[in-house]
T-cell receptor, first 117, second 115 residues
Framework: DTEVTQTPKHLVMGMTNKKSLKCEQHMGHRAMYWYKQKAKKPPELMFVYSYEKLSINESVPSRFSPECPNSSLLNLHLHALQPEDSALYLC????????????????FGPGTRLTVL | GESVGLHLPTLSVQEGDNSIINCAYSNSASDYFIWYKQESGKGPQFIIDIRSNMDKRQGQRVTVLLNKTVKHLSLQIAATQPGDSAVYFCAENIRGTGANSKLTFGKGITLSVRP
């Protein structure tokens, strides 16, 4: 099973709203990722969690707040977003094996299509 | 089949032909490479990967070739089918532990299969 699930599939929110995106995997992976993808562009890394700790933050604005409650769940809390934040938000996970030859195939969820009005 | 670099956004092939999608990478420290397929409205789907200690790897109908001398990666799809129509991304991973592993994606190319 290489499934990563994300909810909701679609989200429309105003600039003053607070909402959360959710991601779940049951593959025993210990690294989880948030990406942002604009139309016709490759995914852009936002955050990396490793063993439930934030290990990489790619200088993402504070209106995006990640949270990793446990090894299977990853949330992205949204507040005071801008219209330019509209995009497909992708979650991924990988085994995060350590060592010289890390096997870090990332498996992606279907994404949440976010529209900010 | 046809081959095209990632600076061209679309590759159009006839159903049944072979497709070749090329990718140039710039970081000689990259040691792991992945091809993803992304269909409209979906997340990227893992196709095949290859490590830098290999130059070829085969999967079901797909082959990935790695030329480290010229930093070039290609994906070959045999007997292309309509279901292969999608955007294809190459991604490179720089050597390191999994905890801080980062993938860098190429620009992506759209494969369009003509019936």
């Amino acid at each position: 099973d290489t499934e990563v699930t994300q909810t909701p599939k679609h989200l429309v929110m105003g600039m003053t709203n607070k909402k959360s995106l959710k991601c779940e995997q049951h593959m025993g992976h210990r690294a989880m990722y948030w990406y942002k993808q604009k139309a016709k562009k490759p995914p852009e890394l936002m955050f990396v969690y490793s063993y439930e700790k934030l290990s990489i933050n790619e200088s993402v604005p504070s209106r995006f707040s990640p949270e990793c409650p446990n090894s299977s769940l990853l949330n992205l809390h949204l507040h005071a977003l801008q219209p330019e934040d509209s995009a497909l938000y992708l979650c991924a996970s990988s085994s995060s094996s350590t060592g010289y030859l890390s096997t870090d195939t990332q498996y992606f969820g279907p994404g949440t299509r976010l529209t900010v009005l | 089949g046809e081959s095209v670099g990632l600076h061209l956004p679309t590759l159009s092939v006839q159903e049944g032909d072979n497709s070749i999608i090329n990718c140039a990478y710039s970081n000689s420290a990259s040691d792991y490479f992945i091809w993803y397929k992304q269909e409209s409205g979906k997340g990227p789907q893992f196709i095949i990967d290859i490590r830098s200690n290999m130059d070829k790897r085969q999967g079901q109908r797909v082959t990935v070739l790695l030329n480290k001398t010229v930093k070039h990666l290609s994906l070959q799809i045999a007997a292309t089918q309509p279901g292969d129509s999608a955007v294809y991304f190459c991604a490179e991973n720089i050597r390191g532990t999994g905890a801080n592993s980062k993938l860098t994606f190429g620009k992506g190319i759209t494969l369009s299969v003509r019936p």
